[in-house]
Each structure stands twice: as structure tokens, then as C-alpha cells.
């Protein structure tokens, strides 16, 4: 059951950025209220689980500070996907769940044996096997320094997302998961709606008509994804789920980026991919 709950979790977290690449081609601006009406439709996800919803103090640090990591992990990887490939930032975001990962080893003295060593190297090795994103790589798909603070504010908040999801779990010893989403989706939509409202007045019309669907699917995926998060952490050690999550996402990206997209990768970056499958295997 665990290896078919990692698997759906890397799926939903995959198809969230193909559907905030979709949006950027889509609308010009817009990127807080699309993250509102995503946190919006994740937020009903949450509701629709069945059980009690108790929205106490004593979970508001938590919900607050994965609120704030959840906003701005949102906005800055759509404006990180407006300006730059779907493939190079997806694999970088991918890269992020080391955050959560270097938390379980080092504060909640998780155990690190040869084993997983192997396996997070070969998954350290496989990431800077695949930095670049084609061999057809041209001026505009390099980097630029915008798109650098963009997607490395994205990184950190999105690694930071699973780390306060972990903490809350440890403190309430795995209760409260939905009552601490709820609260925290709560937050992060009334601060990206008047953010949106504040800034973006005269875009969100045009976000509405031609966002809204894909906003709904991402925000779908992504309540799920949070979900199956706070189900797997339960079961599995963090330093072994959260590598396997992120290759398993990198995996999908370049499967995504060749069916989809129509890229053709370098003989490094499929050695960066066998890497990442070795990894999954051992770390499993």
C-alpha cells in the first residue's frame, strides 16, 4: 500500500506544474489570484474528507507557517514556469524535497545507514546529471537571474511546506492532519486573494475565464498531494519517502518533457535518469 501512495503522490505533484505551465501560456499575469483559486480548490478537497473540523489555537503556528511556505512556494514557481522551461524548473522544484529529507536525518535522528547513503548520493549525482534541460538548448531557454530568485524561492519554500507538515504531525502524533490543512488553505487564500486584489485588479478577470479550470485541477492535485503526504509520513521515514518522491518525480518530468513537450535529452542526462531510478530502487 505504501509504494502505491508514493506513487499516486508523485503523480499529483508532477501534473501541478505541467498545469501552472499551462496557465502561464495561457494568461499574462495573474500568478496570485491563479494561486488563490488554487489554494481555494485544494481547500475543498480538505472539506470533502469526511470528519469532524476543529479549527483550535493550539494548530495555528503550524497552519500559519505552512500557509506562508505554501503562498510563495505557489506564486514563485508560476512565475518561475512564466519565464522558463516546464522541464529544467520542475526537475529544480523536484530537487527541493532534500529540504525535508536533511530535517528527518539531522533533528529527528532518523536512522541513516550505508544503504541510504548510496542511495541519496546516487540521487544527489543523478540531479546534476540532468541540469541542463536539451541539447537544442538555446538563449532563451538559459537560465536568467530573475528566473534563478524565482524558482530558488520556490525550492526552499516548497522544502519547507513538508518540513512544517512533518512538525505538526510529531507535535499532535498524527492527529488534527485535515483540521491543520483546513486552517492553513483558509489562510493562504484570504492573503493571495487580497493580494490579487491589491495588485493585480486588472488581470484577475482575465485569470477567471481562462484559469479557472486549470487552477481547479492543480488545486485538486494539490490537496490530494498534501493529503497523501500527511498519510505516507505517518508510515515511511522521511529521509527514505521524500528521495523516492523526488525521483519519482523526476522521472515523470523527462517521460512529460519527451511525450509531451518533445524534448530530446543529452547521453549525460539519461545517465542522470538511470541514476535516479537506481536511487528509487535502493532507497526502497
Not at 20 to 36: E, T
Not at 39 to 54: E, H, M, N, Q, T
Not at 67 to 87: E, H, K, P, Q, W
Request: glycine fraction near 6%; charged fraction near 10%; hydrophobic fraction near 55%.
Amino acid at each position: 500500500m505504501p509504494i502505491l501512495l508514493i506513487f499516486l503522490c508523485t503523480v499529483t505533484v508532477t501534473v501541478q506544474q505541467v498545469f501552472k505551465k499551462q496557465y502561464s501560456l495561457r494568461c499574462a499575469g495573474g500568478n496570485y489570484f491563479f494561486s488563490a483559486l488554487v489554494s481555494f480548490f485544494a481547500l475543498l478537497f480538505f472539506l470533502l474528507i469526511p470528519g469532524k473540523i476543529s479549527l483550535g489555537t493550539d494548530i495555528l503556528p503550524y497552519s500559519a507557517g505552512f500557509a506562508a511556505m505554501f503562498a510563495l512556494a505557489t506564486v514563485f514557481s508560476v512565475m518561475a514556469l512564466t519565464i522558463g522551461s516546464l522541464a529544467i524548473t520542475s526537475l529544480v522544484l523536484s530537487y527541493s524535497l532534500i529540504i525535508p529529507t536533511l530535517y528527518g536525518i539531522l533533528f529527528l535522528n532518523e536512522k541513516i545507514t550505508p544503504l541510504k547513503c548510496g542511495g541519496i548520493l546516487l540521487l544527489l549525482i543523478s540531479l546534476f546529471l540532468v541540469r541542463s534541460e536539451t541539447k537544442d538548448e538555446d538563449k532563451a531557454s538559459k537560465p536568467t537571474v530573475k528566473w534563478i530568485i524565482y524558482v530558488l524561492i520556490a525550492f526552499v519554500s516548497n522544502g519547507m511546506c513538508s518540513v512544517v507538515q512533518n512538525a505538526q504531525q510529531r507535535k499532535f502524533d498524527g492527529t488534527q492532519n485535515s483540521n491543520f490543512m483546513i486552517l492553513a488553505l483558509i489562510i493562504s487564500t484570504a492573503v493571495l486573494l487580497v493580494l490579487s486584489l491589491a495588485f493585480e485588479r486588472h488581470t484577475i478577470l482575465n485569470a477567471l475565464k481562462k484559469g479557472t479550470v486549470l487552477s481547479a485541477a492543480c488545486g485538486i492535485c494539490n490537496g490530494a498531494t498534501n493529503y497523501l503526504v500527511m498519510v505516507i509520513i505517518a508510515a515511511v521515514a522521511s529521509s527514505v519517502f521524500f528521495p523516492v518522491l523526488s525521483a519519482g518525480q523526476l522521472i515523470l518530468t523527462f517521460i512529460i518533457s519527451v511525450f509531451a513537450y518533445r524534448e530530446k535529452f543529452i547521453p549525460r542526462q539519461i545517465a542522470g535518469l538511470a541514476c535516479g531510478l537506481a536511487s528509487l530502487v535502493i532507497l526502497n
